[in-house]
Structures are given as structure tokens and as C-alpha cells.
């Protein structure tokens, strides 16, 4: 049986321990706005994992992880710059699949031969094209609102009262974050502190009285949120049913345009801003232009807000990335003026401060599954406080290694999550037509056996499928591919340190049910399903317990 074994979960000195798988698995990592599918307007929609899934099933693998899918604004392409902690995108809203699109009277414009082109195109551009898509959705989501409230929500129907439960349950975070998403709808998009100062400033009587002039539009922003998480449970019951884990991504930070940082100003500062120091992606560091937490306001409401988030998230997952992990003992502040440091800056208060960080994440998650994001420039203490508290780090097999010498897969440790790279890195094809034939030499004497590649041979299906094979072998509990790296395809999904139409719109060439029949596809898939039942990694017959629930 897959479990989450939680006999761990106990104290270790003054820390909790987090739980963790107690089999091997295999997983895939695919961004949800990849998926293709005829069903979709040109984005990945939640009711597209259902195929997806299946598909897994198919082949063996376990595990599904996907990058951030909280709201961001129209003209926003990053998953890592939200306008929300909690708020998932509409766009992911699988439109056709719901109850109240179809019985609107939106569902009759899509006969109509303008409408038909547009979304063909949209569903067969190579790209993601976000604009147009939410152009095209935002009237049909209002139009299914409004079927909603003449059909459901005045003759108070059974939906209308799940409709109010969510609104209570939710209440602590959603009653802001529609405020919030009326005001940039009201105000053009403007960043939250050109508002008025009576909606910047959070004025009592100012904020009274738009709720009361704006009720039913307040209303339509929470209606979109139920029926995104209505089909997300719908995914997670289905997930439990074919013994699939849900791993989702909680982005550090979120936005300086957000609700969270507009409700919660104490909690931040409104000068200073976040980013990373030189690291292998830049030499020259990263302004991320995100806010700075007030540590120790928040440690002084005992991390409110970040309690929430991770209740949130074990509601939507079974396994949360903890992205920029090394941001809970320090950050690496950008002041207006001045040059950047780490905040704090001695160890002793980072390695304090992360340990209280992470047993709150730890109590607040239950059983479901943190793993750090322990990429880039890491002191020793932070991977050494992540095995103290029994938290999976990453294992990047490029970057496993001590200067020139590769460190056998093997040697990794259980607790962590191996991976051949992530949406930040160049893909495995990419990467060795890169790299020197020293560094191929290298990686070749971890990688041979009883292969007889030479650094000279270009990327060929041979070396794919060895690299693939190696992994699988590794001690990791958790391994996980980018459905890149899976398929042989050179996309890589976000370049670091750049903007612009290159990163956060890579789709798949076709659905994976097709590709799935067409070379070289097909063989590719054939041999992960058999190196996968080779490294006991599937777990088909057995009945997985969920980590947590999406009730």
C-alpha cells in the first residue's frame, strides 16, 4: 500500500518532523497551462488532468506536479508573480465542462463561425496566447454567472447553498481578495497604492460602502473561485481513485500588486524588495521586484498568513514545493538605496527563524507533504535543518556533483526528490549540446555502466533513455521528470533573469493521448513504463491513502 508515513511526525529536539512517502515513486512534471486538449480554449484547463491521469496510469507514474496556478493579472504571464496566495485563474476554468455555461445563453456563440476561428486558432497556436484567451473567456464566465443567479442562486437551489457554504469556509481570505479584485477592475489595472486613498488605505466607511453598491459583482468574483475549486475536487477525487499524488507549487512571494499584500500591509514592506543572489543562472544576482516580509511582525501573529496559505494548499495537494526555501532563514534584500544583504544577517537568527518557520508549515500540514526548493546558493546549514526536520530537498542530477566528478544517484538520500531538471533549467537536449566534451566525459563516467557512449556522440534516443534509466535508479523516494525531458523536446519553460514571449508559454505539440501513438513518442513512453517496473516504482494494484482531502 502507498502511504504517507507519518510514524516520523514526531519531535526532534525542538522540531517537528514532516512526513513522507514510505515507497519509491515516479512522477511528471507538466505546467497545467501545457496540456493540450480539443476541449480547452488554448490553455491547459483543470478537467484536462482528468485525461491526463489516465494517461498516467497508463505508464506507471504516480505523481503529477504543476507550477503555481494562483490568479495573476491580464497581462501577466508568470505563475510566480500572483495576484493572489489563494485565488486560483479563471482561465483554468474548464468552461465547457460547467453546468451553467451550458445552460446560458453564452453557450449558443459557439455555432457562430467568428467564435469558431477564433478559438481554433487559439487551440492550435504553438503558444499559449493568454490575452486573447482571457478576452474570449471573460464574457462567457459572466454570461454562466448570470445563468447562475436567475436559475440557482434567487430560488436558493442545493448549488446556490454550496455556493454559500464555500463563501463561509473561505471567508478569511476571499472576502479580501474580491474587494481587491473589484477595486484593479474599477481602477484599470493600477497598482493598488495609485488608488484613492480611501480604497488604497483601506478606509472602514469607503470599503462598507463598496461592498453594498457592488454586491452581486463582489459575488460573481467568489461564484468564479467555488466553481474552480468544485472541479478541482473533482481532479483530486479521481487522482485518489487511479493512485495519483497532486504536488503543487507555493510561489515565496507574491506580488506587490496583490490582495495579500494590499490587506496584510503590516505583514510587508512597501520600500524594500526580494531577490537572489549571484548564483549558476546570474552572475550579477536577481531583483524578483517582490515584496520584503516584516519577519518579525509576522512571527509575532505566530505566521497567520502563512498558515492559511499552507492550509489552502493541503486542501488543493498532496505534496507542496516549497519554493525559495532558503528565503525562511534569510532573504537576500534589494533596499532603494544602497547595496543588497541578507536579512538577517547573522546565522544563528537565520538558522532560529527557519526552524520556526518550517514547524509551522509542519503543523499546519498535516499529512500532506512539504518538499523544499534548496536550488541556487545554499549554506550547509539549511540542507542540514531540512534532514533535521525530515523535509525532501532536490537532487538536480546535473548538479550533483563535486567539481568535475558526478555523484552516483544511488547515494541519494530517501528523503529528497530527484529530478533530471526544472522549469528554470534548459532541458536534458538542450543541456548536452551545451556543455564541453570535458563536462560530457564527466557526466559519462557516472552515467556508462556498461554503455559505451563517447562525449563526442550527439543527444541520441540511446543516451535519452540511459539517462532516464539511471535516475529511476536513484535512492530518492520521489523522481520526477519535466514532460519535456520524458518526450526528448528542447523547450525550456522559463529562461531566469529574462522577459518576454520565450518564457511561461510552452504547450505541448499535441495531447498526450496522441502522442502517446506516434514515434518516437510512443517507444520513449514504452521504455519509462518498463524502467519504472524495473525500479519498483509502480504501485498499481495497491490502494493509496490521501495525505489530505479537497472536502
Not at 28 to 48: T, Y
Not at 210 to 238: C, D, G, H, M
Not at 342 to 366: D, H, K, V, Y
Amino acid at each position: 500500500m502507498m502511504d504517507v508515513s507519518i510514524a516520523d511526525k514526531k519531535s526532534f529536539g525542538a522540531n517537528r518532523r514532516s512526513p513522507f512517502l514510505n515507497k519509491g515513486v515516479c512522477g511528471v512534471m507538466i505546467p497545467l497551462f501545457s496540456i493540450r486538449s480539443a476541449e480547452s480554449f488554448g490553455v491547459g484547463e483543470i478537467l484536462d488532468l482528468l485525461p491526463l491521469i489516465d494517461w498516467m496510469s497508463d505508464h506507471h507514474l504516480h505523481l503529477l506536479q504543476i507550477l503555481p496556478i494562483y490568479e495573476t493579472s491580464p497581462y501577466e504571464t508568470s505563475p510566480y508573480q500572483a495576484l493572489s496566495g489563494f485565488a486560483l485563474d479563471p482561465i483554468y476554468l474548464s468552461l465547457l465542462a460547467w453546468d451553467d455555461f451550458n445552460q446560458s445563453e453564452a453557450a449558443h456563440t459557439l455555432t457562430a463561425p467568428s467564435f469558431q476561428q477564433e478559438l481554433g486558432r487559439l487551440r492550435d497556436s504553438k503558444e499559449i496566447c493568454y490575452e486573447e484567451i482571457r478576452a474570449l473567456k471573460a464574457p462567457l464566465l459572466e454570461q454562466s454567472f448570470d445563468s447562475f443567479l436567475r436559475e440557482e442562486w434567487i430560488k436558493k437551489s442545493e448549488r446556490a447553498r454550496l455556493l454559500q457554504q464555500f463563501i463561509e469556509k473561505h471567508a478569511e481570505w476571499l472576502n479580501d481578495y474580491v474587494l481587491f479584485r473589484l477595486l484593479k477592475e474599477q481602477q484599470g489595472w493600477r497598482y493598488w497604492k495609485e488608488w484613492p486613498l480611501v480604497y488604497r488605505d483601506r478606509d472602514a466607511a469607503a470599503m462598507r460602502a463598496l461592498e453594498q453598491k457592488n454586491e452581486t459583482r463582489l459575488l460573481f468574483f467568489k461564484y468564479l473561485q467555488w466553481a474552480l475549486w468544485e472541479q478541482w475536487k473533482q481532479v483530486r477525487a479521481y487522482a485518489r481513485e487511479k493512485n495519483v499524488l497532486m504536488m503543487g507549487d507555493l510561489p515565496f512571494l507574491v506580488s506587490q500588486d496583490s490582495a495579500d499584500i494590499w490587506t496584510h500591509r503590516d505583514a510587508f514592506s512597501a520600500v524594500d524588495s526580494v531577490g537572489a543572489p549571484p548564483d549558476v543562472f546570474n552572475d550579477q544576482g536577481q531583483d524578483w521586484g517582490l515584496p520584503l516580509f516584516d519577519w518579525k511582525e509576522m512571527e509575532r501573529k505566530d505566521f497567520f498568513w502563512w498558515r492559511l496559505r499552507i492550509r489552502h494548499a493541503r486542501a488543493l495537494f498532496n505534496l507542496i514545493r516549497l519554493d525559495h526555501v532558503v528565503g525562511f532563514y534569510r532573504v537576500w534584500v534589494i533596499p532603494q538605496k544602497g547595496k543588497p544583504y541578507f536579512e538577517p544577517s547573522e546565522e544563528p537568527e537565520q538558522i532560529r527563524r527557519g526552524a520556526a518557520f518550517l514547524n509551522a508549515i509542519i503543523e499546519e500540514a498535516g499529512d500532506c507533504i512539504p518538499v523544499a526548493e534548496d536550488l541556487g546558493v545554499i549554506p550547509d546549514f539549511v540542507r542540514e535543518s531540512l534532514t533535521a526536520f525530515g523535509i525532501a530537498g532536490h537532487k538536480i542530477l546535473r548538479w550533483e556533483k563535486d567539481d568535475l566528478r558526478y555523484r552516483d544517484p544511488k547515494a541519494y538520500p530517501f528523503v529528497s526528490l530527484a529530478t533530471t531538471g526544472t522549469h528554470d533549467t534548459s532541458t536534458l537536449l538542450r543541456w548536452w549540446n551545451e556543455i564541453s566534451p570535458k563536462e560530457r566525459a564527466a557526466f559519462l563516467a557516472m552515467l556508462n555502466g556498461e554503455n559505451d557512449f563517447s562525449p563526442a556522440d550527439p543527444f541520441s534516443e540511446r543516451l535519452h533513455q540511459a539517462i532516464l534509466a539511471r535516475l529511476l535508479d536513484a535512492g530518492s523516494g520521489l523522481v520526477v521528470f519535466p514532460i519535456q525531458d520524458i518526450l526528448g523536446l528542447p523547450d525550456q519553460i522559463n529562461i531566469p533573469a529574462t522577459v518576454g514571449r520565450h518564457n511561461w508559454r510552452f504547450r505541448l505539440p499535441s495531447p498526450l493521448r496522441e502522442l502517446q501513438h506516434t514515434s518516437p513518442f510512443k517507444e520513449q513512453l514504452e521504455s519509462l513504463k518498463s524502467f519504472i517496473d524495473r525500479h519498483d516504482r509502480w504501485h498499481g494494484g495497491e490502494r493509496q491513502i490521501s495525505p489530505s482531502s479537497a472536502e
